[in-house]
């Protein structure tokens, strides 16, 4: 099993970009689909984006795509959320989560990192 760690949030003007990150620990990072997901005040926690283990298969919500990429870094252990054309409706705390073969189900979750983006 993976343990996750998110880091990079922070306060943005709208417009502006982030890159979010998520270390993990464990040997088997290679075996994990690796998704991001985000929660904002009052509302159900929703998916962003997420990348297979041979990073071939990117997918992302319809409201974010054509700005935010996701990527992995098997070398690092690392996944990515670049974020770019920020938008206030982006403000929300972002988790990292693996899902083990991509068929177990999003299974561990990071504590997640609090993305704000003014207006």
């Known amino acids: 099993q993976v343990h996750l760690v998110e880091s990079g949030g922070g306060l943005v003007q709208a417009g502006g970009s982030l890159r979010l990150s998520c270390a993990a620990s464990g040997r088997t990072f290679s075996s994990y689909t690796m998704g991001w997901f985000r929660q904002a005040p009052g509302k159900e926690r929703e998916f962003v984006a997420a990348v297979s283990w041979d990073s071939r298969s990117p997918s992302y919500a319809d409201s974010v795509k054509g700005r935010f990429t996701i990527s992995r870094d098997s070398a690092k252990n690392t996944v990515y959320l670049q974020m770019n054309s920020l938008k206030p409706e982006d403000t929300a705390i972002y988790y990292c989560?693996?899902?083990?073969?991509?068929?177990?189900?999003?299974?561990?979750w990071g504590q997640g990192t609090q993305v704000t983006v003014s207006s």
């Open positions: 989560a693996a899902d083990l073969f991509g068929i177990t189900g999003w299974g561990t």
